[in-house]
């Protein structure tokens, strides 16, 4: 029984060898891992970091999380950034806390995408003697929150306003550009010299590292009531999409912002009269608007069915849930379903059956600026493929 036991043993060995040294099959298995799992297996051995840290992994990895894709919300904006993973049954599947030190400033999220997060606030400067927030800049940090890594993207070009970005992915994975609007500071008293001579937009590349100014441009993104570092956006297809203040009222949409990664600008009209809780969104693929009308107790969900030939189509138009005196704070979509963050509730509104259904999220009910996302985990670096330095925040208190 000895030698039998023995061929079996080594049998088994053998057959492990097999897999292991079978590339396709080792990495098939390992990256359905969590991503905290995969981590601890590169320690391993030589072999398995060599094929977890290969770039043919992360895209592997990255392929088998987007079908898997969940809900990030982050509640309450703070100096600790707190963020939930939940899914679409209100299920809190990990909360992911950010331990970034008490020097900085409280941070929000813009954007998500691929498993990185755009994070930014305001620096702080010394005003008079007192310490106070910088509100013509931002510090912008690309940041994965499960690999526990941050980069701060170098200083942008000095600006007398807040300024507003947008990020766009691509057409490679784990590309990106960001695209930051300034206001220039006044050089003479001349007439060119207007603020509205002086918009200006400048665009930060993963592929070099550093900003380029592209030089005045026509319109500059609305800022939200929601968001106070800057404007809502969505990047769909190629594409950023902002809203632009209508000429009656800058807290209203009037229309909407393009540029695509090439960095050509465009505007697009808006289907009908929106509101001040409007939201662009990508739904399947296809820019949407999503207008909350409050006094209707009614939400108007619009595709937008050729991004070449802008044309609106009513997805659906439907009662809301919730009160009149209870406002939509936050919208995002992940895949036929729409997330809502409002004043005291979470609600997801699946658009196949037309049927709204309130979350159980009483452990995070506490909101001050609200963002959620849909999210997916991946082993991206922060910085893109040309992988500048980032910092590990697993141990440290700032970044």
């Known amino acids: 029984m000895g030698e039998t036991g023995g061929e079996c043993s080594h049998c088994t060995t053998d057959k492990w060898y097999e897999v292991e040294y079978a590339e396709n099959v080792l990495a098939n298995i390992l990256s359905r891992l969590p991503v905290k799992s995969i981590l601890v297996c ?48 209100g299920e809190i599947t990990k909360s992911i806390t950010f331990p970034y030190c008490d020097n900085l400033s409280p941070l929000t999220i813009m954007c998500s995408f691929d498993g990185l997060l755009c994070c930014i606030n305001y620096p702080w400067k010394v005003d008079s003697g007192m310490i106070v927030e910088d509100v013509t800049d931002l510090e912008i940090r690309i940041c994965n929150p499960v690999t526990r890594k941050a980069l701060l993207l170098p200083k942008g070009s000095p600006t007398e306003e807040n300024p507003s970005i947008g990020v766009a992915f691509g057409p490679q994975i784990n590309e990106y550009k960001i695209f930051r609007f300034f206001c220039a500071k006044r050089i003479s008293l001349a007439k060119w010299q207007s603020h509205a001579n002086r918009s200006q937009c400048e665009v930060y590349s993963s592929s070099t590292g550093s900003w380029s100014v592209i030089g005045r441009v026509p319109y500059c993104p609305m800022h939200s009531s929601h968001s106070p570092l800057g404007s809502n956006h969505v990047f769909v297809n190629g594409k950023i999409y902002w809203f632009l203040a209508s000429d009656e009222d800058h807290m209203i949409p009037g229309s909407i912002l393009t540029v695509d990664i090439e960095e050509t600008f465009g505007t697009i009209d808006l289907p009908k009269e929106v509101t001040e809780h409007s939201y662009l969104v990508d739904l399947e693929g296809f820019l949407s608007l999503v207008a909350v009308y409050d006094e209707d107790e009614i939400v108007n969900i619009w595709i937008l069915e050729d991004k070449n030939e802008p044309k609106w189509e009513l997805k659906c138009s439907d009662h809301i849930p919730f009160s009149n005196d209870e406002c939509a704070e936050f919208v995002v979509a992940r895949e036929n379903e729409i997330f809502f963050v409002t004043s005291n509730h979470y609600y997801i509104y699946d658009l196949d059956h037309r049927l709204w259904r309130e979350l159980d999220l009483s452990s995070i009910s506490e909101k001050k600026f609200p963002v959620a996302f849909a999210y997916t985990e991946s082993l991206l670096s922060c910085g893109g493929r040309m992988d500048p330095p980032t910092e590990d925040i697993s141990n440290k208190r700032s970044i």
């Open 42 to 89: 590169k320690s391993v051995c030589k072999h398995w970091r060599q094929l977890i840290s290969s770039q043919a992994f992360t895209d592997l990895q990255l392929l088998w999380s987007k079908n898997h894709s969940i809900y990030m919300v982050y509640p309450y904006m703070d100096m600790v950034m707190k963020l939930y993973l939940v899914k679409d049954s």
